[in-house]
């Protein structure tokens, strides 16, 4: 029958765990028994969240994985730059090479028969394109599509920016006149996003504006939330008696001001009444600065520069001030009622957090710092009124609360496409 069929999750990094954990957790307590299917080379066999997910009932791993896709992703270390443009010209299926390519040695049947042989019957992807993430991927996608599979690309992060050209990249083009291509991300039956902001933002490049919807926020639905802070592993340091201030970094092409921010941090690791931790970006490869050698050149006060080794929830529990660039995790601040300061002079993009009034906004590194004095010496801050706004539009797409994870469900099992005006 077509209820009992499957749902397969395409896991490729920590950040799409992040996001696709939830969801996978439903159908596990549902005893659907999803497939998990890893094409790249993500070590998810310690990673605390596949370990819960695998405590929680059936749920079957599989590896498939895309060498030469792999291989470009860590091309610093293993390839040429010969072997980047053949992979690049090779997987551009528009140009003669790539065309041939297809024509000649692009074949679907394995993809088909894992589909078919486990009864799978809607396939979560993550944001982007079918093409974008390797060849394999691309077969899976394209095997679904021709057995009448639903295809749904879900989020691999969160995007609290109210304008569209996000990043360096964006603007370039913007600056040609060229508005980024978006048409295949309409292949997909479903293009979902959290809010109903981004969601027009999209749809204005040229998203389709039916299959382009808002179901609200898997990662930060409070009820996952909290348990992701338990289960996650515990962050200490030991004999640290001051107050404790995490600096959350983002990626840096997201016009970020990324040497301001270095000063930014040597102002405040000098701040002698404080501990310092500061957090690279979660998405590897996306840093900045050299994190080994950037803490010789911070002050006394920090005491921990980590990557993905320690866990942002861990931390913001951690922490009793959280300084959040341009990332998403300032949600999670709000949802454990942290003290959450964004300095919005650190980037020019606008962002929910100063547009709902959600966190305190400083306008330079005098008025940071005096933050941080003023709570590290007891001053009492509430958070601010405009935090429940904010939930409201990312993790409820704008509406009043529902079970997030059991709406991301039903639309998954759903025979039909619910296809509509409305979004809701």
Known sequence: MYKSRRAVFFIRSYNDTDHFSPLIAEFIVRDENPLIIIYTDFKYENDYRFNYLMSLGRVEIIRDIDLDFVNYLNKKKLFSRLLDKFYLIKRNRKNLIGKLYRKFFFNCKKQVDVLRDKNIG???FEWGTPFERGAILEKYFFAAKGMGI?????PHGCNIFLNSDVTVGYRKLMEKGIIPEKSDSSLFDYYILQNPIRRDGWIKWGLDPIKTQAWGSLRFYPGWADKNKKICPEFKLENINKTKVVFMQFQKEYNIFNNQIFETLKKISSIKDISLVVKDATREGKEYYDKNKASGLLGESLVG??????HSPALVEWADIVIVIGGSIG????????FLVYPTYLNNNSTLYEYFDA????KNDSELVKLINDKSNGKNFPQKNGANDLLKE??????ETFDVPQKYYEKF???NLKYSKIIN
């Open 394 to 399: 990312i993790v409820y797409a704008g509406n």
């Open 331 to 338: 949600i999670e601040a709000i949802l454990q009622n942290k």
């Open 150 to 154: 639903t295809t749904i690309a879900i």
């Open 413 to 415: 099992k759903s025979i």
């Open 305 to 310: 520069w980590y990557g993905n080794d320690v």
């Open 122 to 124: 809607v396939c979560a």
């Open 359 to 362: 966190c305190y906004c400083p």
